[in-house]
């Protein structure tokens, strides 16, 4: 499949309220959009790496940079018959490489008239979703926001945490929920001094315990995990298959957390998941607040099997003030925590010129042979 053209767009969308986690308060999200066109169709992609270098190294600009400046200019005008070895040589900046990889199957799915949950290797036509809160120093308004989710149906909360976050709160909520799917994300704001804070978690009957250490810590994960009767989910940590397999050979955790952006894209993303079955661990899909066109994404690689626990996926409206893209993820009618699997070829998310405008950060113009 040739690559006629190209274009990249820096974007920094604003969030209805800040959104509070270990790293601090983001009131607004960059993320880098990319448009491939080849066969007289297009195909878009995203990647939503964070305003600044917190979440992992990378970082809007500078993702965008590499994709405006080295990605593209490399990409227009060849052949490509496999994106999963489209930049090989490029270390890290796997935000940089999903931007554009995402984009290539959303391509070769509007040519072959296939959708993305063809080529994640998903069968379902619809899937859980959960739902995620903050950190929240009031209790009482965070127990309002749990009750509404539980009592609406919602199959698991999520809630974040952070040095600040006190085990009585979260007891709080268990006591007031003691039916309910709970699981905490501590986005590697801990150390191995945490540990014995970490083991009262145990006693909350907890899902899992997301990321509690940081990123590069697999050793320390899987002391912790051995500690621990509650399953250690890993995200920042697994940047590539590899870093499962290390993680997995340690027993640094039970459970993956599975994000194309962190991971390079789809076919990385898929394989992690496959990996993640075939290890009997359980694996669940997140975001990084992207816009429709990454969720889109998202939803996919949550249409398979290997997604054991209800997804990390929205409706814009959840987080936005306006949507970027006319056709957002859609509840099924099974219920408001289900999300159908669109067959639309490709990615069905398209963005709208009037939002895209007044997000509009930086574009690198058409990049054509």
């Given amino acids: 499949m040739r690559i006629d053209s190209a274009r990249a767009y820096l974007l920094r969308m604003p969030l209805r309220d800040p959104w509070t986690t270990s790293f601090g308060a983001q009131p607004d999200i960059a993320t880098v959009l990319v448009r491939l066109t080849?066969?007289?169709?297009?195909?878009w992609g995203e990647a939503a790496p964070g305003t600044w270098p917190l979440f992992c190294g990378e970082w809007g600009r500078a993702t965008f940079a590499l994709v405006r400046d080295y990605l593209l200019p490399r990409l227009v005008g060849t052949v490509v018959d496999d994106a999963g070895r489209l930049f090989g040589e490029v270390r890290g900046n796997t935000f940089a490489k999903a931007a554009v990889e995402t984009a290539w199957w959303a391509l070769r799915g509007a040519v072959?008239?296939?959708?993305?949950s063809h080529y994640a290797g998903g069968t379902r036509s619809a899937v859980p979703a959960g739902a995620d809160f903050d950190i929240h120093t009031d209790t009482d308004e965070l127990l309002v926001k749990?009750?509404?989710?539980?009592?609406?149906?919602c199959p698991r909360?999520?809630?974040?945490?952070g040095r600040?976050?006190?085990?009585?709160?979260?007891?709080?909520v268990r006591r007031a929920f003691p039916a309910a799917t709970l699981h905490v994300d501590g986005n590697a704001g801990f150390t191995r001094d945490d540990?014995?804070?970490?083991?009262?978690?145990?006693?909350l009957g907890l899902a899992m315990i997301e990321q509690p250490l940081g990123a590069d810590d697999l050793l320390g994960h899987a002391e912790l995990q051995r500690r621990l009767a509650t399953p250690v989910c890993l995200d920042e940590s697994i940047r590539s298959p590899h870093h499962l397999d290390l993680a997995l050979e340690l027993g640094s955790c039970r459970f993956v957390n599975v994000k194309p952006g962190r991971v390079g894209g789809l076919r990385a993303a898929a394989e992690i998941g496959r990996m993640a079955a075939d290890a009997g661990i359980g694996a669940v899909v997140g975001n990084m607040l992207e816009s429709s066109v990454g969720a889109h994404v998202c939803l996919a690689l949550a249409s398979c099997e290997w997604a054991t626990y209800p997804a990390d996926l929205f409706g814009?409206?959840?987080f936005f003030r306006r949507p970027l893209a006319a056709n957002d993820i859609a509840l099924a009618p099974a219920g408001a925590w289900t999300y159908a699997v669109p067959q639309t070829p490709g990615n069905p998310a398209v963005p709208l010129d009037d939002v895209l405008s007044e997000w509009l950060v930086a574009d690198s113009g058409e990049v054509t042979p």
């Fill in 146 to 153: 749990v009750g509404d989710a539980v009592g609406s149906g």
């Fill in 112 to 116: 072959e008239q296939r959708p993305l």
């Fill in 316 to 318: 814009s409206e959840r």
């Fill in 164 to 172: 600040q976050t006190t085990i009585e709160q979260l007891t709080e």
């Fill in 195 to 203: 540990y014995h804070h970490l083991e009262r978690l145990d006693t």
């Fill in 38 to 43: 080849g066969d007289g169709v297009d195909g």
């Fill in 157 to 161: 909360v999520k809630l974040k945490m």
